[in-house]
């Protein structure tokens, strides 16, 4: 019998031709979790990759609701070209430019700087299937994803930990478009310079204007949840890699159809290389937060392969078109006066016609958006989501997430280093571990098996309950990889180590839950589908 009154007691009986969200309750107008009943479901679908089982389970509303529920495999909508998009988007982000012309800016060759990025772009796409297919099998998001090696309550851990990042990015990235905005405002428009004069609270009149207008819209598009992102990130793609393509041959065109392949600090031997892999290694780092959620959007996947191709086209192709136009825009600038640029935004602000600098720096502010929407807005929404589920829905948890992102006036965290580095660079620390932990469960322990459904109870009995909802083991695996991870952060005589942390990181949460874990259980598969919730929402 169950003795916890926040469980409704929900089991699974057998196939019905009722949608696994009307037996729930789970329709578009609720947001909480299941109601009392049976609900009744598909045990397997045609394409499902879990054994056809139907395991009775007592759903919990602290666990469950429509936004934390498993995805149908009916109706998924993304496709190859939405998860192209998502790269084509966050590949070419003014940050990564900035990265990417800052090893040419060290000494490294076009050449060179190529083979950093498609060195980096090999162990991306690797790593990123592997974590896209979890999402693609289970159709949960990161918080719930978390639950299968932390336990239903310790996935708390990591999910803050990726949220805590993302939630003060969002705010900092906001911030850096509005500058862009801002200065975009007043060439088009001089009569608004009064306004950029004066501080209130650290901004301009006219810097707040600029902030609250793009905080608005991105909270517009996230409250109409992943679809409306997926829709934002097909319109976005298109248009950011036509700008920068355009950008890339209009300085190829002024600096006589040539290039500098390298600047007159040039590396070589053992430099060259150490800086080579080192910058393959810090790209797979930059992306040591998508590794951990792409479940996020990849539980709307419409098969393991449009993951593939999507990854494929999106992350090598796409990253070495990235890195081709890089060496372009950072080798015709230094051809041209022997300036090396810091990113994309110093070409903008050289075109000499007005038109074509607001079109382009409108492209980079869509651009912005992109890149914030999928990379700093969507986990917060969903660790809210996961803390809070009969209070939250996706739209509640994006707001509350917004609002942080405005309250701690991001403008001030930037320009405080100590934050940054300490703050934002100890969390970033920890993805590493935390990814490494995840991946050794769920694809070397437990070989992919899961049973999904009980990632929602918090019966003692499920499988995830571990000890109290805590898996101790995961945690001693953690505890001391992350401290070396940090060490390998701010400790000076490590800083050899730096660019290859999250690496050690993984590394060695992987090796050391692997030793912990029980390895002799036996593990096996059930599928969401009787308590799956439709995509679109």
């Known amino acids: 019998m169950n003795s916890n009154p926040d469980i409704v007691v929900q089991p699974l009986t057998a196939p019905s031709t009722q949608t696994a969200a009307e037996a729930t309750g789970t329709g578009p107008t609720s947001d909480a979790g299941p109601g009392a009943g049976e ?49 084509a988007n966050d590949v070419h982000s003014l940050g990564n430019y900035a990265f990417a012309i800052g090893l ?97 609270l650290g901004l301009s009149p006219l810097g707040w204007i600029a ?62 290389w150490g800086h080579i892999f080192g910058g393959g290694a810090l790209w797979v780092s930059i992306y040591g937060t998508f590794v951990l959620n792409f479940c996020d959007f990849t539980r709307a996947a419409k098969s393991k392969a449009s993951i593939v191709k999507g990854n494929f086209w999106g992350i090598p192709i796409n990253m070495l078109m990235f890195g081709a136009v890089s060496v372009v825009l950072a080798g015709a600038q230094f051809k041209i006066d022997g300036r090396v640029i810091t990113s994309p935004s110093d070409v903008v602000q050289a075109i000499p016609n007005t038109f074509l600098l607001a079109g382009a720096s409108l492209a980079l502010l869509v651009l912005t958006i992109a890149v914030n929407l999928m990379a700093n807005f969507v986990a917060p929404t969903y660790a809210l989501t996961n803390l809070f589920p009969k209070r939250l829905n996706f739209r509640k948890a994006a707001l509350v997430s917004a609002v942080i992102g405005l309250v701690i006036l991001p403008w001030n965290l930037y320009n405080n280093p100590a934050v940054i580095v300490y703050f934002l660079g100890g969390l970033g620390a920890l993805l590493g571990p935390l990814f490494g932990v995840i991946m050794a469960d769920y694809w070397l322990v437990r070989r992919g098996r899961v049973k ?32 070396v991870a940090l060490a390998i952060a701010f400790v000076p005589a490590l800083n050899v180590l730096s660019e290859f942390a999250w690496f050690f990181g993984a590394g060695l949460g992987a090796v050391a839950y692997w030793l912990v874990a029980d390895r002799r259980r036996r593990f096996e598969d059930a599928d969401g589908e009787a308590i799956a919730v439709p995509v679109v929402h």
């Open 452 to 483: 999904v459904r009980e990632l929602y109870t918090e019966e003692p009995t499920g499988a995830y309950h571990y000890h109290r909802g805590v898996n101790p083991r995961a945690i001693a695996a953690l505890v001391p990889s992350a401290a």
């Open 39 to 87: 609900p009744t479901g598909t045990a397997e679908s045609p394409s499902s990759a879990f054994p056809s089982r139907p395991i009775p389970v007592a759903l919990s509303p602290r666990l469950y609701n429509r936004d934390l529920a498993p995805t149908q495999r009916s109706g998924r909508s993304w496709s190859a070209y939405s998860i192209f998009t998502l790269w």
């Open 211 to 272: 902030f609250v207008s793009l905080w608005i819209v991105q909270v517009v598009i996230v409250s109409y949840g992943m679809e409306m992102i997926r829709k934002y990130e097909a319109f976005a793609g298109p248009i950011i890699l036509a700008t920068m393509l355009a950008l890339a041959i209009w300085m190829f065109a002024r600096a006589g159809f040539s290039l500098a392949w390298h600047t007159n600090a040039t590396l070589d031997g053992p430099a060259m």
């Open 104 to 200: 040419f800016a060290l000494g490294l060759g076009g050449w060179q700087v190529l083979g950093a990025l498609g060195f980096g772009a090999a162990l991306l796409f690797g790593l990123l299937t592997l974590s896209g297919f979890m999402g693609q099998k289970t159709g949960v998001p990161f918080p719930v994803m978390s639950r299968i090696s932390f336990g239903i309550h310790g996935a708390q851990i990591p999910a803050l930990i990726r949220g805590g990042v993302a939630i003060a990015w969002f705010g900092i990235q906001t911030y850096l478009a509005s500058v862009v905005l801002r200065v975009l405002l007043v060439a088009l428009a001089p009569g608004l310079k009064p306004l950029d004069q004066g501080d209130i």
